[in-house]
């Protein structure tokens, strides 16, 4: 039992050490897998036995060294076996074995004597060794005989072994050195003494000593396989061309040039067969011709809907390096994915993960995208798009480019569509993707890539034609309809693309704003006022309220704030300008900055990049509009920099086609001192409430034909709860309809003849109240304690004394309070903070 047992054991080690053959060299990344699995620290160039301290705790690690070490000594044997028959069947000549084997018994001591790992022992030892070669040579250069030629054989041996053990004490320059000097002698010496036969074996098995001390021990298999193939091909064209072993010994240690190089004197006939033959190694020639051939039968045996069965066959699983390419790959991983999507997966991640085939893969990810974007028909097809893609990398492969990306962007915003409350705001929400399938197919038809042009261009008017025939039949449905259509947009800053002319009044803002930009010294803007009274909405609204050479560019410094440091800040408000400047309804093309000089010296890299945008756009005033400017203080501490705020201070002074426009809910008295030395000279504008006949346009015709849904009394109703507030008065008018919907559905109204009145304002203040209470409660939370604590006073019936003049004065600017002190200027306001009191 113990016997059988033993035999089993040795042929699962025998096993494992093939194993580890095939890995290193077809399945390098699942060699590294493996290795980090045995130790964390160990790579496929590392040398096991510098870990031999850690033998003892690390079985597998012991293991794994000893299988490195077997496969060293004995792989150049089998090399030598292989070849040799070869050369023999080629040449026509004998082959001298009992030379061969003297060298194998040299390396195989010089092996053995390695592992005792005595470092004064191998360096005696390597002394003794090399001195024994260079009176080999000598004897040999004087033609002694063949016993010169196999002591020299020996020794020549034990120094390869050696050079490759010793390799890790004396460094990899001194081994090979030694290697390629053995390497030399021993050919010289055999080509005098033992015979063209003898120095043809041993150059063949010393070819592959020095790939293997090159490339190092962990990697000596590779060495192996590689220079097995270019050393067969290299010595037998320099045989058959009647070259010395010393010219193939030169091609396959120095590669093409030095091959190229002996050749001139020796014979063209022998550098260029050998040069190509060193080539064809590189790139693995001699594996890629079967695996092409097995492709080729794979693409071509099997029919269309039976190659998802091929995947698990496809070359890259037995061959993880695979440099030259291999055609039809892509092609049935795009057919198999519309049988079986998962097997399709499978394979693109295992390609992406596990092989060098990523460009494959990303071959296959784009054709599967076209594939799925071509076969929408319907318009919930497209909303399907979104999830059927999910799994796609992100960034998305460049073969994409930003094209798929943008049709996912189409897809959700068809989806926002289908899930919105009425058919008209369906309708509405259309404008969105339908305006962005439109400028895709003008981009697609300036593009110089052709390829992308002709995949997504018949995508893009596909789609158009779906979304266009949705938003009619949309169209007709809502007018059908007996509900109220629901164009109230109560939240979100207003789009114009989406809330067209809902945007109501602000005329003076604008025309100042304009007036102040065309002044020979245009000063700092700063647009003020509470939250929710329309600032974001008017700056958007902006570039098509003022003339065309004023170019404003919009920067969100909320989200721009999150970076956290100065790089992040400046490259977020680069890519803001550059995407503002696409959306204008007159779209201007701005370069990208430096990415390097960005991020060695972020503002001034910005400085520049300011001045190259002024001398392209000559005759232009960029008006650039930081929003929630306030958070800039928020960058300024987490970086403990002013650089942001100097990098402004200079735009001011001297870029001249540059204005800035600052908006924000704070005052300038109201920030942190140092702000007060950055933004002199600075313009005011406040933006407060909606003149009463704005508000009253906005709730009777918030877009053009709207039907008349309200008495007169709903109106005033409306504007004295709200004072005109804009967000408030697109809250209440929003659940007003509501309302009206609600009983139509229940028919509690007549559709043709339903009317808002000034009780059914007054039933829906309580949904207002729940509604908006974000709103509300930030504007509460917003006030210091002696603020709210005057407030409560006044809701509690007292009346403002004389010390609360100053509180009182500021709760006046804030637009809480009347002049007078005693009195709320919006009911809503006040309705919600009592009830906020009476749940304390």
């Given at each position: 039992?113990?016997?059988?047992?033993?035999?089993?054991?040795?042929?699962?080690?025998?096993?494992?050490?093939?194993?580890?053959?095939?890995?290193?060299?077809?399945?390098?990344?699942?060699?590294?897998?493996?290795?980090?699995?045995?130790?964390?620290?160990?790579?496929?160039?590392?040398?096991?036995?510098?870990?031999?301290?850690?033998?003892?705790?690390?079985?597998?690690?012991?293991?794994?060294?000893?299988?490195?070490?077997?496969?060293?000594?004995?792989?150049?044997?089998?090399?030598?076996?292989?070849?040799?028959?070869?050369?023999?069947?080629?040449?026509?000549?004998?082959?001298?074995?009992?030379?061969?084997?003297?060298?194998?018994?040299?390396?195989?001591?010089?092996?053995?004597?390695?592992?005792?790992?005595?470092?004064?022992?191998?360096?005696?030892?390597?002394?003794?060794?090399?001195?024994?070669?260079?009176?080999?040579?000598?004897?040999?250069?004087?033609?002694?005989?063949?016993?010169?030629?196999?002591?020299?054989?020996?020794?020549?041996?034990?120094?390869?072994?050696?050079?490759?053990?010793?390799?890790?004490?004396?460094?990899?320059?001194?081994?090979?050195?030694?290697?390629?000097?053995?390497?030399?002698?021993?050919?010289?010496?055999?080509?005098?003494?033992g015979g063209v036969g003898a120095a043809v074996a041993t150059a063949v098995a010393l070819a592959v000593v020095m790939a293997v001390v090159v490339g190092g021990t962990a990697d000596m298999a590779f060495g192996l396989a590689f220079d097995l193939v270019v050393t067969v091909v290299a010595v037998m064209a320099g045989a058959v061309a009647g070259a010395s072993v010393v010219t193939s010994m030169a091609a396959v240690a120095g590669g093409m040039v030095r091959a190229q190089m002996v050749?001139?004197?020796?014979?063209?006939?022998?550098?260029?067969?050998?040069?190509?033959?060193?080539?064809?190694?590189?790139?693995?020639?001699?594996?890629?011709?079967?695996?092409?051939?097995?492709?080729?039968?794979?693409?071509?045996?099997?029919?269309?809907?039976?190659?998802?069965?091929?995947?698990?066959?496809?070359?890259?699983?037995?061959?993880?390096?695979?440099?030259?390419?291999?055609?039809?790959?892509?092609?049935?991983?795009?057919?198999?994915?519309?049988?079986?999507?998962?097997?399709?997966?499978?394979?693109?991640?295992?390609?992406?993960?596990?092989?060098?085939?990523?460009?494959?893969?990303?071959?296959?990810?784009?054709?599967?995208?076209?594939?799925?974007?071509?076969?929408?028909?319907?318009?919930?097809?497209?909303?399907?798009?979104?999830?059927?893609?999910?799994?796609?990398?992100?960034?998305?492969?460049?073969?994409?480019?930003?094209?798929?990306?943008?049709?996912?962007?189409?897809?959700?915003?068809?989806?926002?569509?289908?899930?919105?409350?009425?058919?008209?705001?369906?309708?509405?929400?259309?404008?969105?993707?339908?305006?962005?399938?439109?400028?895709?197919?003008?981009?697609?038809?300036?593009?110089?890539?052709?390829?992308?042009?002709?995949?997504?261009?018949?995508?893009?008017?596909?789609?158009?034609?779906?979304?266009?025939?949705?938003?009619?039949?949309?169209?007709?449905?809502?007018?059908?309809?007996?509900?109220?259509?629901?164009?109230?947009?109560?939240?979100?800053?207003?789009?114009?693309?989406?809330?067209?002319?809902?945007?109501?009044?602000?005329?003076?803002?604008?025309?100042?704003?304009?007036?102040?930009?065309?002044?020979?010294?245009?000063?700092?803007?700063?647009?003020?006022?509470?939250?929710?009274?329309?600032?974001?909405?008017?700056?958007?609204?902006?570039?098509?309220r003022i003339q065309a050479n004023i170019v404003p560019l919009l920067v969100d410094l909320q989200g721009a704030a999150s970076a956290t440091t100065l790089k992040g800040l400046a490259e977020n408000l680069a890519q803001q300008i550059i995407e503002a400047a696409r959306r204008l309804p007159r779209k201007v093309f701005l370069p990208n900055p430096d990415a390097n000089k960005l991020a060695e010296d972020p503002f001034p890299a910005l400085q520049t990049w300011f001045a190259e945008i002024?001398?392209?756009?000559?005759?232009?005033?960029?008006?650039?509009?930081?929003?929630?400017?306030?958070?800039?203080?928020?960058?300024?501490?987490?970086?403990?920099?002013?650089?942001?705020?100097?990098?402004?201070?200079?735009?001011?002074?001297?870029?001249?086609?540059?204005?800035?426009?600052?908006?924000?809910?704070?005052?300038?008295?109201?920030?942190?001192?140092?702000?007060?030395?950055?933004?002199?000279?600075?313009?005011?504008?406040?933006?407060?409430?909606?003149?009463?006949?704005?508000?009253?346009?906005?709730?009777?015709?918030?877009?053009?034909?709207?039907?008349?849904?309200?008495?007169?009394?709903?109106?005033?109703?409306?504007?004295?709860?709200?004072?005109?507030?804009?967000?408030?008065?697109?809250?209440?008018?929003?659940?007003?309809?509501?309302?009206?919907?609600?009983?139509?559905?229940?028919?509690?109204?007549?559709?043709?003849?339903?009317?808002?009145?000034?009780?059914?304002?007054?039933?829906?203040?309580?949904?207002?109240?729940?509604?908006?209470?974000?709103?509300?409660?930030?504007?509460?939370?917003?006030?210091?304690?002696?603020?709210?604590?005057?407030?409560?006073?006044?809701?509690?019936?007292?009346?403002?004394?004389?010390?609360?003049?100053?509180?009182?004065?500021?709760?006046?600017?804030?637009?809480?309070?009347?002049?007078?002190?005693?009195?709320?200027?919006?009911?809503?306001?006040?309705?919600?903070?009592?009830?906020?009191?009476?749940?304390?």
């Open positions: 039992m113990s016997n059988t047992s033993s035999i089993s054991g040795f042929w699962n080690y025998v096993a494992e050490c093939l194993r580890l053959l095939y890995w290193i060299y077809f399945k390098p990344f699942t060699f590294e897998r493996w290795l980090r699995d045995i130790h964390p620290e160990l790579k496929p160039r590392d040398n096991p036995f510098d870990k031999q301290a850690q033998f003892r705790t690390n079985p597998r690690l012991r293991r794994y060294a000893g299988q490195v070490w077997w496969l060293t000594a004995v792989v150049p044997m089998f090399a030598v076996l292989l070849v040799a028959p070869v050369y023999t069947l080629v040449s026509g000549e004998s082959f001298n074995w009992f030379a061969s084997c003297v060298f194998f018994v040299g390396w195989f001591i010089g092996m053995v004597v390695k592992r005792d790992d005595n470092q004064n022992t191998l360096v005696i030892f390597y002394a003794a060794v090399f001195t024994i070669v260079l009176a080999a040579i000598f004897l040999s250069s004087v033609a002694v005989g063949l016993v010169a030629g196999m002591a020299l054989a020996v020794a020549v041996g034990v120094v390869a072994g050696m050079a490759l053990a010793v390799e890790r004490n004396v460094g990899v320059a001194a081994a090979v050195a030694a290697a390629v000097a053995a390497a030399v002698a021993l050919a010289v010496a055999l080509a005098v003494a050749g001139m004197s020796v014979g063209v006939a022998v550098g260029v067969p050998v040069s190509v033959a060193c080539i064809l190694g590189v790139l693995r020639v001699y594996f890629w011709l079967p695996e092409l051939l097995w492709i080729l039968t794979l693409f071509l045996l099997f029919p269309n809907g039976k190659r998802v069965n091929c995947l698990r066959y496809l070359p890259p699983r037995f061959d993880e390096l695979i440099i030259l390419p291999l055609p039809f790959m892509d092609v049935m991983i795009v057919e198999a994915y519309r049988k079986n999507p998962m097997a399709a997966h499978e394979t693109i991640n295992y390609l992406i993960t596990s092989t060098n085939q990523q460009k494959v893969a990303a071959q296959a990810i784009s054709g599967i995208a076209v594939d799925i974007l071509n076969r929408c028909q319907r318009l919930g097809d497209i909303v399907e798009i979104a999830n059927q893609l999910a799994w796609i990398p992100s960034p998305a492969p460049k073969e994409l480019g930003i094209v798929l990306p943008q049709f996912l962007d189409i897809s959700q915003n068809v989806r926002a569509s289908e899930e919105a409350t009425s058919l008209y705001r369906q309708y509405e929400l259309l404008n969105i993707p339908i305006t962005a399938l439109r400028q895709l197919a003008q981009s697609l038809a300036l593009t110089t890539d052709a390829r992308v042009a002709v995949s997504f261009g018949n995508t893009t008017q596909s789609w158009l034609t779906i979304l266009e025939t949705a938003q009619r039949t949309l169209n007709e449905q809502a007018q059908r309809s007996q509900e109220i259509r629901q164009v109230y947009i109560a939240g979100n800053s207003l789009d114009p693309e989406t809330a067209k002319n809902r945007f109501k009044g602000r005329i003076d803002i604008f025309r100042e704003i304009e007036s102040l930009t065309l002044s020979e010294q245009p000063p700092v803007l700063l647009l003020y006022g509470g939250r929710r009274t329309g600032k974001t909405s008017a700056l958007k609204y902006l570039p098509h002024e001398r392209s756009n000559s005759g232009k005033q960029f008006l650039l509009c930081l929003d929630e400017y306030e958070r800039l203080g928020e960058v300024v501490k987490a970086t403990s920099s002013h650089a942001p705020l100097n990098f402004i201070r200079n735009l001011m002074q001297h870029q001249r086609q540059w204005i800035l426009l600052f908006s924000g809910s704070q005052e300038l008295s109201e920030l942190d001192d140092y702000w007060s030395k950055y933004l002199n000279n600075t313009r005011a504008l406040r933006m407060t409430y909606l003149h009463e006949s704005e508000a009253r346009d906005l709730i009777q015709q918030p877009i053009e034909n709207f039907s008349d849904i309200y008495e007169p009394t709903a109106v005033d109703a409306i504007i004295q709860v709200t004072r005109c507030q804009p967000y408030l008065v697109q809250l209440v008018c929003y659940e007003v309809v509501e309302l009206l919907n609600r009983d139509i559905r229940r028919n509690r109204r007549e559709a043709d003849t339903a009317k808002a009145t000034a009780q059914d304002v007054k039933e829906v203040i309580p949904v207002v109240l729940e509604r908006g209470d974000q709103y509300f409660r930030e504007l509460w939370t917003s006030l210091a304690d002696s603020d709210r604590s005057l407030l409560r006073r006044i809701i509690h019936g007292e009346t403002p004394t004389q010390q609360d003049k100053g509180i009182v004065r500021k709760l006046t600017r804030k637009e809480i309070l009347t002049l007078e002190g005693n009195a709320f200027q919006v009911p809503l306001v006040q309705k919600y903070i009592e009830q906020l009191l009476e749940e304390e």
